[in-house]
């Protein structure tokens, strides 16, 4: 298998091959002219065409979003449930846009922890998580913006469309380091 170890800035590649005597016998691969480690292979992408890899990485980890909001359906219910619930008092029901996309991404975001059966992305941390959230509430505001109808769809959108981006925020360093 190959092996990368990285000194003074180069890339050194070695291949381990597996000895019949236990252990492994080591090979080198391409010691003579090691590639400078440039930004781009810092953060995971190819270097020969990193807006290529670019795209790829979005539309990957985009469509990846859809198949875990599928797996979130059972969260998706009960906080549609619950929202609605919520929106029987007039109180809530007038309140503005962004408040009420912030109402129903906390309501799925802890509805999510419940034991409850739902896919979720490898954990980067809480920094990582806050990041995801705050995205997701501020993109589904702003394509939501422009709708001035507020009904069932419009709700029902609001949730699917939350969902969709913070599954996509989430994920997306899960799709760059794997």
């Known amino acids: 298998r190959p092996e990368v170890v990285s000194q003074n ?7 381990l091959q597996a ?3 236990r252990g492994f016998k080591l090979h080198e691969i391409n010691n003579q002219f090691p590639k400078k480690i440039t930004l781009w292979r810092k953060i995971g992408l190819d270097e020969t065409a990193p807006l290529v890899h ?3 990485l979005a539309v990957s980890t985009i469509m990846l979003s859809f198949v875990y909001t599928a ?3 059972g969260v998706l219910v009960v906080g549609g449930l619950l929202f ?3 929106q029987r008092w007039e109180a809530y029901k007038k309140q503005p846009l962004f408040y009420q996309v912030l109402l129903a991404a906390v309501l799925l975001l802890v509805i999510s922890q419940l ?4 896919g979720k992305p490898r954990f980067f941390g809480v920094i990582h998580y ?7 509430t501020l993109g589904t505001y702003f394509l939501m913006r422009p709708v001035k109808d507020r009904g069932f769809f419009v709700y029902a959108a609001i949730f699917v469309l939350w969902m969709v ?8 360093p899960q799709n760059i380091l794997t």
Not at 115 to 118: K, R
Not at 130 to 136: E, G, N, R, T
């Open 9 to 15: 800035g180069f890339l050194y590649i070695y291949w």
């Open 19 to 21: 000895d019949p005597n």
């Open 54 to 56: 670019s795209l790829f």
């Open 71 to 73: 797996m979130n359906l």
């Open 84 to 86: 609605a619930l919520i």
């Open 115 to 118: 034991p409850i059966a739902a």
């Open 130 to 136: 806050a990041l995801s959230f705050v995205l997701a």
């Open 165 to 172: 981006l913070f599954g996509y925020f989430s994920l997306l």
